[in-house]
């Protein structure tokens, strides 16, 4: 009899330790804030508020685990004093949330704070991701070459590089390519570009910038091409392994030729970048074009396009091809439409 009435109680203290195990979890759980709802059916259901995205509550249970519920089903919530509630108008409020049944909202911040009172469709997200607004910096540089002196005259250097500074909500970049080459005394190839943009980011995806090139090509009678532009861009796809983004805009050009007339016209352009790690970042794929065309009588249809892959190596280290092409539907008499360059290099990434 003793024995059973010992075996009965230690069940029942270890059934209360359990409970008592759990409800500690629910107020320690990492990213959870504990929460009593009471749903349109009147069940009621406790858990810690994980987060409320695209209307759809989530919670944390210890019991059941990950339970999803749609927003528009409860009624009555009553949460600790550690959610962090974002408004539809982008104001962020952290405190104990009162959810009453007849769509009122109380927001208590602290102590020696007022209480916010708004309404239920006030309310946009609750515990919203945590944005880093840090300026995180990325860059690339690729060079390549030959010189050779004595029985064989050759100079050949190649440069392309580019610097990006990130924000949640900016983004600049600063792109630089050169490609100068000499034999036998005489310039071969002499060409140059230089790029700066601004994109201000209106959401996750979509963009507005203005960006001025800078470009010159000896050997096509080109002193100086400058452009000025702006546009909408959206970045359809940035993750750590793809990059996709496409743009459209306006630009005005203005070129300076040694020789040809100088002409200044509007026109439109678009550009798409490409960038893909195949085989866990063994093996990169990167594809830039831009393209610029008018209906003005003295324009042309200006392409560029930069398609190649990048080996990485070690230590940010990467060997490179890429095959550069360059278009000008109406360049100097006796220039030619299309130039184009293959280059070897060795790069670093960072």
Not at 207 to 234: E, F, I, K, P
Request: glycine residues 8%; aromatic residues 8%; proline residues 5%.
């Amino acid at each position: 009899m003793c024995f059973r009435f010992f075996i009965n109680f230690l069940r029942t203290g270890a059934l209360a330790l359990t409970h008592t195990l759990a409800i500690v979890a629910l107020f320690v759980a990492p990213g959870a804030h504990a929460a009593k709802l009471t749903l349109t059916n009147g069940d009621q259901v406790s858990g810690g508020i994980v987060s409320l995205q695209g209307q759809l509550l989530t919670l944390n249970s210890p019991l059941f685990g990950t339970v999803k519920i749609p927003w528009g089903q409860v009624v009555e919530l009553r949460s600790d004093s550690g959610v962090r509630i974002e408004l539809a108008d982008g104001t962020q409020l952290k405190g104990q949330l009162l959810l009453l049944p007849d769509g009122r909202v109380v927001v208590a911040p602290s102590q020696s704070s007022p209480e916010v009172h708004i309404m239920r469709s006030d309310v946009a997200r609750l515990n919203p991701p945590v944005i880093d607004p840090s300026v995180k910096y990325s860059g690339r540089a690729t060079l390549g070459g030959t010189f050779n002196q004595g029985n064989s005259t050759d100079e050949m250097l190649n440069l392309d590089a580019e610097l990006v500074a990130r924000t949640p909500d900016k983004r600049y970049a600063i792109n630089m390519a050169v490609n100068e080459a000499r034999a036998f005394g005489f310039t071969t190839a002499s060409r140059r570009l230089l790029t700066a943009q601004h994109d201000i980011f209106l959401s996750p995806k979509n963009y507005v910038y203005v960006n001025a090139r800078a470009q010159s090509d000896v050997l096509a009678d080109l002193t100086m091409r400058t452009s000025l532009g702006t546009g909408y861009g959206r970045q359809i796809i940035e993750n750590p392994v793809t990059k996709l983004s496409a743009e459209v805009g306006l630009s005005y050009l203005s070129e300076n030729y040694a020789i040809a007339p100088d002409r200044t016209y509007p026109a439109l352009s678009l550009a798409l970048n490409y960038e893909h790690k195949f085989f866990n970042n063994k093996l990169v794929f990167f594809n830039n074009t831009h393209l610029t065309g008018s209906h003005h009588e003295s324009a042309s249809t200006l392409a560029t396009n930069k398609l190649g892959f990048r080996i990485p190596i070690a230590n940010g280290l990467n060997l490179s091809t890429q095959l550069n092409l360059a278009y000008d539907s109406s360049p100097p008499n006796g220039i030619k439409t299309t130039d184009s360059s293959l280059i070897f290099g060795v790069g670093y990434v960072f």
